[in-house]
Structure formats: structure tokens, C-alpha cells
């Protein structure tokens, strides 16, 4: 590796751990640090030393916790090789996924101008779900609708059913498993015809998309 051919000079700019990340080869690898070790830094060399390689920047995904880390990273590597980085995906899981199914959205029975719900906005569709069954949530021991909305949240987010995660973590509940699950499939149902989302969806449907579609698969793989 002749390193004097790239724009920048990681060998002045990384220590020996960092550049053991940035040149690593293909295939997966876990990187462990503690905070203040400088992980962003390596992730954003690592996306300039792909790029240095002839990798274009629309085939790098580039997933981290808050979109502002993401903008940040982008912008470095801007600022390290003069890139235009727009098209490179980069962002929150949630967000890199709602810009997918934006474009995917027929493919799940969606048009591509649905709307995200935020938390209110879920306990408030949650309601009338729970009128339209006729539940009396007065009822002895049956959850709430935060409780609800949480036993939904950790079903989907898991992949578990709703009566593996009431027996483990609601077992209080498990009662009402039936009444939940029919709350639950109404939920969903009055979501798509409403074309509106939750945040769960927008990871749940980017999931089931890539495995379930190969195309979508070819194309973002």
C-alpha cells in the first residue's frame, strides 16, 4: 500500500490502533473503545481511505445513533478530500430507513407520502383502536395505553410474539393476551390505511424489505 498516493496522510493523522480500522480489508469487523478514543475520527477516515480506493459514496452506509454525528462525519470527509458526500446514505437507522421506503413504499402497501407518528400521535390512534374493539380500559389489570404501546414496541423491535413478551415482561397481562393481540392487528391495520407510520415501522419494514426483496436487496446491497 503506497500511501503517499492518497490526498490524505493517515499515517501523520492515526495511531497504529486506528489504522488497523481504517485499512482493513472486506468483510465484517467489531471495533471496541471507550469514550474519547477517538471512534468517530476512525469511522471518518475509514469512509475517506473507501473512497481513496475508488469506492463511490453512494455505495457507502454510513449508520450512526443521532443524524447529527452522521452530518458531522460527512462533513469531515468533505473537508479531508473536497467530496461531494450527498449521496452517500448517512443517518440514524430510522432515518436511513424511512429514506428507503420513501422510495420502496408500494412495495409494502404504502404511498410514498406517508406520515411519521410521534408518541402522541400513536397513543392517540391507539384509542380509538381501543373504542372501536370496544375495550373498557377501567377494566381490572388490563395495561394502559403507554404500557401497551410499549408491549407492541418490544414485540416488533424483537421479532418475539406479543404473548412471549407479556409472559416474560408483563406477565400481569397475560390475561388480556387475546384482547392486545386483536388491539394490536387493528393498530396496524388502521396505520396503513391512514398511510401513516410509527417509529418501529420504519425499522420493521426497512428489515422485513431487505430480507423478504431481492430486488430492493440488489439494489442497496
Known sequence: MRLSNFRVDYERELNEEQKQVVFAGEGPMLVIAGAG??????????VAYLIEQGVSPESILLATFTNKAAREMLHRV???LGVDMSRLFGGTFHHIGNLILRREAKKIGYEPNY?????????????VCVEELGIDLTRRRFPQPEVLLNVI??????????????DR?????????????????LYQERKKRLNVMDYDDLLVYFFELLRSDEKTQRKYG
Not at 406520515?115 to 384509542?127: G, M, N, S, V, Y
Open 169 to 185: 415482561y408483563y406477565p400481569q397481562f397475560l390475561e388480556w393476551s387475546s384482547h392486545i393481540a386483536h388491539l394490536f392487528a
Open 153 to 166: 414496541s418490544l414485540s416488533r423491535n424483537t421479532l418475539k410474539s406479543l404473548e412471549d413478551i407479556l
Open 115 to 127: 406520515t411519521i407518528l410521534d408518541r402522541e400521535d400513536q397513543k392517540d390512534l391507539l384509542a
Open 37 to 46: 478514543s477517538g471512534k468517530t475520527r476512525t469511522v471518518t477516515y475509514r
Open 78 to 80: 468533505e473537508c479531508l
